[in-house]
């Protein structure tokens, strides 16, 4: 493969991907009950789906985001009543995060709400071509978090 072709397969798949990323966070976003952010839902998730307290630390390095940015984010999700924060006995340098009942009801909304709006593109898509793809951007998501 000549370096042309490849420069231009290397720009149109990001430039699809930006797009596709930039397209479906603004759609959900505006399906998301009023108050919350892509990025609180996130949170919530992946508190609600690990089930067990995490670190502000490690959940900027989950989210790629710097310790500030996770720091805020938290503040607004405490002041919701979806995460519970409390120092860290082990170590009083550090807090620990969880996700509290209401965040557990707050992010169960959310999902019902963008349930069907996700499961419509698979079935538009097709499953078939789904699954095919999942390999492919698994593997590129891995390689940009060796890289990053």
């Known amino acids: 493969m000549s370096d042309q072709t490849a420069n231009s397969l290397a720009v149109a798949l990001f430039s699809e991907l930006f797009t596709a990323d930039q397209m479906m966070r603004n759609r959900l976003s505006r399906m998301l009950p009023k108050g919350m952010e892509l990025s609180h839902f996130s949170v919530l998730n992946h508190l609600a789906r690990f089930k ?33 924060i409390r120092p860290d006995w082990d170590d009083a340098r550090s807090k620990l995060v969880t996700i509290s009942p209401a965040g557990v009801r707050a992010r169960d909304t959310a999902l019902e709400v963008i349930t069907p709006l996700i499961t419509e593109l698979v079935s538009e898509l097709g499953a078939d071509k789904v699954r095919a793809a999942l390999p492919i951007l698994r593997e590129l998501r891995l390689k940009l978090e060796e890289e990053g």
């Open 52 to 84: 067990q307290e995490r670190t502000p630390a490690q959940l900027a390095r989950a989210f790629h985001v710097t310790r500030g940015a996770m720091t805020n984010t938290l503040g607004k999700l405490e002041i919701a009543g979806y995460v519970h």
